[in-house]
């Protein structure tokens, strides 16, 4: 089962040949940097800082493993931030390549998009790529404290524009405030949900 109260940071892989056996279920967080994954993380598991909160947006270079019981929070490293260097942009696309690209366990990749600014092209090609990649996703919307209730509801409207499925088809759009506790208790009932089933399924027969 899912034990939030004894979640614990694993692992810290900076190449694709680092990376740690798939043995358990992996929930998976992208975005782009400074969009708050590791805000939401940390509030995610009631945690104040296990989840290191980055003041110089591009800085964290590795995928970050999480034990959480029965499953495994997996935090890719942040996109788009433009004073970073080529070597290390193509080092980052590299080893996110490798991971989506090694046949792990991913029941879920939650993408994160900054619900105040309209997605930059980084997330139209990530969402692209999730529609296309046959991985279970749901889009999260963050800092969602941060607009008036109009201002939500016009960013929230645009972005299930941008991200139709199909024509007509939107595709469900979770707000998230790591300060007002808004969606948290919602994706939190989803991993507990996934660390649920995967213990069932690895009960033995009688």
Known sequence: MVKIEDARFEFAAGRPDQLPPSDLPEIVFSGKSNVGKSSLINALLRRKSLARVSA???????????????????DLPGYGYAKVSHTEKKRWAELVEGYLGSARHIRLLVQLLDIRHPPTEND????????????????????????????????????????????????????????????????????VSIGEDAAIQEEPAK
């Open 56 to 74: 110089t947006p591009g800085k964290t270079g590795t995928i970050n493993f999480y034990h959480v019981g029965a499953v495994r929070l997996v």
């Open 124 to 191: 139209r090609q990530m969402v692209g790529f999730l529609m296309q990649s046959g991985f279970p996703f749901l889009l999260v919307a963050t800092k969602a404290d941060k607009l008036k209730k109009s201002q939500r509801e016009n960013q929230l409207a645009m972005l299930a524009d941008t991200f139709q499925q199909n024509e007509g088809v939107r595709i469900p759009i979770l707000p998230f405030s790591s300060v007002s506790g808004e969606g948290v208790e919602e994706l939190r009932r989803m991993i």
